[in-house]
């Protein structure tokens, strides 16, 4: 595992922009995992930039990305495709038939899951997967529980979670109660991991992650185990892990 500290979410979004880019060039036809919130956003910001300076041609990418909302449809403002297209996707020369997310109006959760697992799999594989952390530990919408999800599934949302993610949303009420996610085996497949993490609301998380005990109740810890990870993380987020 790599650790880059930075000092600051600019530093983070740059230094994290440079590594996906990386990947883009050195395979045009990758297949990127992505994230949403607020912390791929600079990021997201970073790599449209390098795109219309002519830096970086999305037309031979695929994506998929972590998780949706179940029950949002794909044009709700905080539907996780909405946040694809306007961060990244409507700004760049990335095919959207290659773009997927997985489709939170159906509620048909087993259908939704296989379907996306098999989907993930006719892609060949993700080559670089992003993730933020959750301030419980989550990666995905993989929520702390006793034992660790293998692929694709539907997850209820826990309070902190709601917590967190209410602040997009009019009321507390609005906050969609289930989401669809890719699992840990999901994400443990693909080839790089790439985690950025700022501020200090994810120090205490950060530090179980990588320095705790790998369990499900932290389910970013199972990182350790991954052979090429990445952690791209700013000075509040280390705060509690030592600088040696
Ligand atoms: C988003 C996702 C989540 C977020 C995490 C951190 O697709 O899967 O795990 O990465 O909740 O969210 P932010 O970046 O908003 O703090």
């Known amino acids: 595992m790599n650790i880059y500290r930075v000092k600051n979410y600019e530093d ?13 060039v050195l395979k045009p036809d ?7 919130g607020s912390s791929p956003e600079g990021l997201y910001q970073n790599l ?8 970086l041609d999305f037309s031979r990418v695929t994506s998929v990305n972590l998780d949706e909302y179940k029950g949002l449809a794909p044009d709700h403002e905080q539907s996780y495709r909405r946040f694809m297209n306007d961060h990244l996707f409507d700004h760049v020369n990335i095919d959207k038939d290659r773009t997927f997310v997985p489709d939170g109006l159906n509620e ?3 259908k939704v899951c296989s379907a996306y ?8 594989g993700i080559d670089l997967q992003l993730l933020g952390l959750g301030n419980n530990g ?4 993989n929520e702390p529980a006793d034992a660790f999800t ?8 826990t309070q902190s979670t709601i917590d967190a993610n209410k602040r997009f949303f009019a009321s507390e009420d609005l906050v969609p109660r289930y989401a669809y996610t890719m699992g840990i085996g999901n994400i443990m497949a693909a080839k790089k991991i790439l985690l950025i993490v700022s501020g200090k609301a994810k120090a205490e998380a950060l530090k179980a992650a990588l320095t705790g005990p790998v369990t499900p109740k932290v389910p970013a810890s199972v990182l350790q185990l991954h052979p090429d990870v990445a952690v791209v993380a700013d000075e509040d987020a280390l705060e509690l892990i030592d600088k040696h």
Do not use: N, P, W
């Not at 990758?30 to 949403?36: D, I, R, S």
């Not at 697992?117 to 060949?124: K, N, Q, S, V, Y």
């Open 12 to 24: 983070m979004s740059r230094r994290a922009a440079a590594i996906v880019s990386a990947q883009i």
């Open 30 to 36: 990758c297949v990127l995992g992505l994230a949403t």
């Open 48 to 55: 449209v930039k390098q795109y219309k300076d002519g830096d």
């Open 108 to 110: 048909d959760s087993e």
């Open 117 to 124: 697992d098999e989907l993930i799999a006719r892609t060949g």
């Open 138 to 141: 989550h990666i995905g919408f």
């Open 150 to 157: 293998c692929g694709t599934h539907c997850v209820e949302l």
